[in-house]
């Protein structure tokens, strides 16, 4: 009898087929089609075996994955890695690569190229209002934005008024004799302009002390005024007035902090040395490779003990860096708490309360956050660098609270601490300028002009207030080298604007040279217009008629009743009551002129209407001119022999009514730009007084006019409402 065959073992010998090439390329042992329903004949049993490419494509999707966790996550601290390679960094390219380790290694010498500081290194001490720069960029304002000259340097007296007073304060000082058409020509510089982010307080509610507890001083409640509707017109970076939003202080994070210094070797001296020409021009090179050396210095804000909490710094700091702003304060209040004597802590929370008063625009929080860079100042074992960037930006943050007398006494103790630094010495000079103190600051620019004859900051300041001071002549070089020195903080309007003037008064045409170059730097609007606080896109021409400018009604009033109005202002001359006050802006040449203020910042000077109640009667109709925060309602006396220098009024948003009173027969006339027009009695006269003009009076006679200042009529009365006082 036959055998008969088992399947399975017949199935086993038909499953050991040849080996048969599969799709890519690789030979396989049987089918591996078991993937489908049976599996047909060469699947029977023994399921799948795959490939070699299948086993990679599978590897390769679960790396993928893998990184995509790794990120996702953020298992692993990049920022940290990235920052210790740098260190070993040594051709400067931003990586660690092979040409780093063969200089790691001896194999090649390192070389670095002459480039500006790291990102790391330029952000540090970095601040949104520096006090010595962009004290004035051309002031052009958005329309519909409230300028930025709502904080006059005056002289405070004590630190006892809060944020709420400080406006109405201000407003109670209108002058009801001086005249401000002028006021790019006062003897000390305005502050850096600001915005209505924060409420500035009172300058005059300083205290003398730089370390007094001010956190009980202001509004409590942290509001500031309301944002106002979007903006019609952006300002232009670069062409006008920085904002005085606070921004964010870009400190160096705490993995930048301990990074050491990749060695720089020192490049080989030229041959040619010996030379004396060669030898001064090494020199030099020497001596700027150290200026940019200590430019490129890192700071170091961590003392040993905070070496200690790195890790626990760098936390809270990295919240700070993503903008996560109340859990970074709420990590750096806890450290302050556990590590009391943490210097780093406690200027870390002075930078989240810093940046916090930011988000929420709170006066109140950005005192808490002086009081907090006063502290980490004051603990022991604290960096120097540390010291200096707290007191530094304590000072810069009083300045734009209007707490100049704090901000001078921070500042004096940064000079004491820093003698060496002439930057602190200069931002002392401004911050005597802004107190009114014309000569502190001299001093202090004497000094560091003593100590660095070439530094172009303290020349156009120390021009400034030799123009100031009067010495015209004496002015010209300080303002002119230090404008040509292109340093930060020069490239200033009213210094270009007093050099000119300067040069004008000393019949030196190269004025408009300088005038020229302001307008292309953008602070002038043409080199006739060269008002600093403007409004874009308004109409600009010297001279209006009464239909150009829409107030046609106010000027057939005013040339009505010009025989009332000359009438009550002779009266006023006649009582010989001091009441026309001289003119006391340096505006003049040579004479005497006088005047006497009705209006003034769109409200009364006092009780100067009740000598002219019948000229006051007929303006309260008119609120155009009553209202005009910029300008003056005024009478004008000018004696013969007086000449006013050419200048201008500070801004483009008003325009000026002169109505003739007591016009001599001859000898009187004003000039606007290269027109030049004479008074008559009863008729007004209208031009934009942005423009240069000027005076002349030689006549037999005193000249008599009425001033009559109203807004410029393509104003909106939205920016009416919110333009600030001039």
Known sequence: MAQRKNPKTHSKKEAKSTPVESKNGKRTEGGGGGGGGGGGDAGGGGGPKYSMFTWFVVLALLGVWSSVAVVYFDI???????GKLTAYDTDGDGDFDVEDAKVLLGLKQAERPNVGESPEESTVLETSEHVSQSTNQQA???????PAEDTPPETPTEETASESDSPSARDDEVSGSQDVESEIQAAVPLPPLVENDFVPDDPRGDSGHPYEDEADIIDTTGVLVEESPPQESEVESGKYLTSSQVTQEAEPVGEAENQSEPPVEPEPQSETASVPEAEGTTEKQAEEKLKEKAKKKKPKLLNKFDKTIKSEIDAAEKLRKKGKLEEALKAFETLVQQYPQSPRARYGRAQAEDDLAEKLRSNDMLQKAINSYREAAELPDVTSDLLRAALKRRAERQQF?????????????????FPEDVSLKNDLGVAHLLLGDNKGAKKVYEEVLAADPGNGFAKVHYG????SENKIAESIPYLKEGLESGEPG?????????LG??????????????????HKRGHFASVWQRSLYNVDGLKAQPWWTPKETGYSDLVKTLERNWKTIRDEALAVIDQNTGLFVPEEENLREKGEWG?????????????ACQAVPKTCSLLERYPEATGCKRGQIKFSVMQPGTHVWPHTGPTNCRLRMHLGLVIPKQGCRIRCTNQT?????????????????????????????????????????????????I
């Open 140 to 146: 052009a304002e958005p329309q519909g934005a409230g």
């Open 401 to 417: 609270l209007g707490r100049m007398r704090g901000c001078l006494a921070t500042l004096e103790k940064l000079v004491q601490i």
């Open 76 to 82: 692993v601290d990049y920022d940290s890695v990235i």
């Open 490 to 498: 020069t490239d200033d309007g009213r210094f270009y604007f007093h």
């Open 595 to 607: 005047q006497y203020t009705l209006w003034q910042q769109g409200r009364k000077a006092g009780n």
């Open 677 to 725: 027009r004479e008074w008559e009695e009863g008729k007004v006269l209208i031009f934009d007084d942005s423009f240069e003009h000027e005076v002349w009076q030689d006549a037999d006679s005193y000249r008599l006019i009425f001033i009559v200042d109203v807004w410029h009529p393509e104003l909106t009365s939205y920016q009416r409402q919110t333009l600030s006082s």
């Open 464 to 467: 400034f207030i030799l123009k």
């Open 501 to 518: 003037d300067a040069l004008q008064r000393v019949g030196d045409d190269s004025a408009y040279h300088w005038y020229e170059l302001g």
